[in-house]
């Protein structure tokens, strides 16, 4: 098959590609070069320049390629930013997902895999997040998350595309130094950043109910995420017609003042955390369940937490060099 990968030159979509190609899959890149660098795609993978939201363009490219399946990785993804700009990401994450589901149908593509996001749930009032558990999108961006979703089903009732929704909880560490986050809006590079500037990291709120009282969430390593999509695309290879959402994580708990320790020990840095208020919106425990994926794709994630951090390291040393101790 050929796989079309949308936001494939991006710090998720350069390892799905990877993924990809070493699973020996086919893959071809689309992807606008808003945030994606068009150095992380192999030399030996098409590399298309387009928006979503060019419905021709992006029927050109599923004919010239012969494209049998997508993977929807391109949208647009900043909390924060999603509050200020709600309508810059319905049109782009929404509006986007709807031309380019247009184009698959037309074109009969037979299979479709959606990157969806833990955001979709909201604040959850559970020790482990289930697919059935309730979703309660808390922004703008988790919003169009969830109505993405909606939109991939319906599509699959009306018209046999098989597809399926990934719901990632958070993603960290690299395949390679090369394919590392370079945006510093999770935890982890948020935390190195104020370490090799001197800073103490900072843990947002301490009072929540939890063990140490900082925020407790579930990390999952890129590559195993990437390892989860080519599972997903076989999955919907071998039944026509499925229609699967499944919670991508590793079922384990991280508290906020634990990943900051990890993450001192791993750099060589011995600086504690200070203590700023809460954010608004954090829930205080997001930790998922992935036994559905276990059953449903024979996926289970195996690096550990320890391997996120001293991977997104090396990475973040290649891009600041000053950033090593000793």
Known sequence: MTWLITGG???IGAHVVRAMTEAGERAVVYDDLSTGIAGRVPD???LVVGSTLDGERVERVLAEHEVTGVVHLAAK???G???ELPLHYYRENVEGLR???EAVTA???PSFVFSSSAAVYGMPDVDLVTEETPCAPMSPYGETKLAGEWLVRATGRATGLATASLRYFNVAGAA????????VFNLIPMVFERLTENLPPR???DDYPTPDGSCVRDYIHVVDLAEAHVAAARALRSSPGRDLTLNIGRGEGVSVREMIDHINAITGYDRPPTVTPRRPGDPARVVASADRAATELAWKAKHDVQAMITSAWEGWVRLHPGAARG
């Open 9 to 11: 030159a991006g710090y």
């Open 44 to 46: 030996e993978v098409p």
């Open 77 to 79: 993804k900043q909390v």
């Open 81 to 83: 930013e999603s509050v």
């Open 99 to 101: 031309v380019l589901l």
């Open 107 to 109: 074109a009969g593509v």
């Open 176 to 183: 390679s130094p090369e394919l590392a986050d370079v945006g």
């Open 203 to 205: 843990v947002f709120g």
